[in-house]
């Protein structure tokens, strides 16, 4: 089966019409492979198309963890894209095209506190406890970083100032690691 071009065909047809009622935004160019947020990389889809478009795309890209993840969400309570039309429709309800709408208020909250977060997470820049803090540095154990993402982790921490404090700790983690290894 030609993936490519069946997304290609839904992607035109979704370009090319109106809908009328609930729809669902979707990044032509997923953000997990390199796509961003401008107007001409989203399209309107309809439910059922939204959930054909991420099966189509987990074929396209197996190796995606994104999208991978994504059409595991999709179907995790539905195993067609009728059924999770059916379930969106029946929980968003039709009188809303984008989803729910919230008051002003209610966006200066959620926006207020996301300051900050680049990517939506919820204890980014939150304390975390120390349980949680180990099981992140369980789950790091024995994975290998290649040399663009350490490339990048350099980039993204310069110019930034650290305290002493800070800075102290750094090289306390990196004596630790150092004796551990030897």
Known sequence: M???????ALIERAKNRAVDGYIERHHI???????????????????????????LLAKLFPTSRGLLAAAIVMSKHSKNNKAFGWLKRRLIGNKYSLGIKRSVETRAKMSSAQMGNKKGYALKGRPKSV????????????????????????????????????????????????????
């Open 2 to 8: 030609n993936y490519a071009a069946h997304y290609s």
């Open 29 to 55: 160019i997923p953000r997990c492979i390199g796509g961003d947020n401008r107007k001409e990389n989203i399209v309107a889809l309809t439910p059922e198309e939204h959930f054909v478009a991420h099966q």
């Open 131 to 182: 349980s949680h803090k180990a099981s992140q540095s369980l789950s790091m154990r024995g994975r290998k970083l290649t040399e663009q993402a350490k490339q990048n982790m350099s980039l993204a921490g310069r110019g930034r100032l650290k305290s002493a404090e800070h800075r102290a700790n750094i090289s306390k983690g990196l004596r630790a690691f150092h004796d551990a290894r030897q």
